[in-house]
């Protein structure tokens, strides 16, 4: 065997693989565009019916949750359901939010390009992805690391250089990067923990769900050095766990 013969084989076999590859793009091409398009429909309506109808009007947070691709958070087997109004499993015991309650806790908070966002409970990183269209920095802590580390692999490949996820206990803040401008708290809290109180910026707000099996949504602003607090609409989160941890040990 020659070696003009044997550079002649090999040339061919390159040339049937990349014809192959071409031949599978081509038959797959227009599925993977459909796919797309369908969840970009799937965000237009849920934000037409579940978010706009129920009075969320701030057109930057409206944007962003047309913008960010909620069915790259949640598991392959409910890509299905990720626009649904309703909250999804994530595994863990976990859930992402419902996208009405995503939308609401981040208008409450009035965004601002300018802002400094602490985030308790990553989960996902869908919430987090949200805050990254709206604001200058994004720090986020989630306590079950395969969550942190998982969350933090899909926003880095969608490209969001302005998010910084840590794996530790929400319950303590992350007083490192404090003052925040704003916190969303997204694992119900029996107490509005005081180390988050203590970083939230003059003129802050915090949103944050507080109670056991009854829970309020808490919308917390900081004015003068003094908390003022009120009561936005009864809701179901997931405990916070280190709380949760810390109850144990005490028994």
């Known amino acids: 065997m020659t070696l003009i013969y044997l550079f002649d084989k090999i040339l061919l076999n390159m040339k049937i693989k990349n014809l192959a590859l071409l031949l599978v793009l081509f038959i797959f091409q227009p599925v993977l565009i459909k796919g797309e398009k369908n969840f970009f429909e799937m965000r237009r309506q849920m934000l037409e019916t579940q978010i706009k109808s129920r009075g969320i009007k701030n057109e930057r ?8 691709e909620r069915h790259r958070f949640v598991p392959e087997k409910y890509q299905r359901f990720s626009y649904e109004d309703s ?5 863990y015991g976990q859930t ?3 996208p009405y309650i995503v939308a609401l806790m981040t208008e409450l908070i009035e965004p601002s390009q300018k802002d400094k966002v602490l985030e308790i409970g990553t989960g996902s990183g869908y919430q987090a992805a949200i805050l990254a269209e709206l604001c200058k ?3 986020t802590i989630e306590i079950i690391p395969e969550l942190g580390l998982k969350a933090d692999k899909t ?35 029996k107490e509005i923990p005081e180390p988050l109180i203590e970083q939230l910026a003059e ?15 808490i919308l917390v602003r900081k004015i003068k050095g003094k908390i003022k607090k009120q009561k936005i609409i009864p809701v179901r989160f997931v405990p916070m766990k280190g709380e949760i941890e810390k109850i144990k040990n005490e028994k």
């Open 61 to 68: 947070v409206l944007n962003a949750m047309l913008k960010v």
């Open 87 to 91: 909250p999804l499993p994530i595994g």
């Open 96 to 98: 992402i939010s419902q």
């Open 137 to 139: 920095e994004v720090y």
């Open 155 to 189: 926003i880095k490949e969608l490209g969001y250089k302005n998010v910084k996820v840590k794996i530790g206990d929400g319950f303590f803040g992350w007083k490192e990067y404090s003052p925040f401008n704003a916190i969303i708290v997204t694992c119900a809290s």
């Open 203 to 217: 003129g802050g707000r915090m949103v944050i769900p507080v109670g056991d099996y009854f829970q309020e949504l």
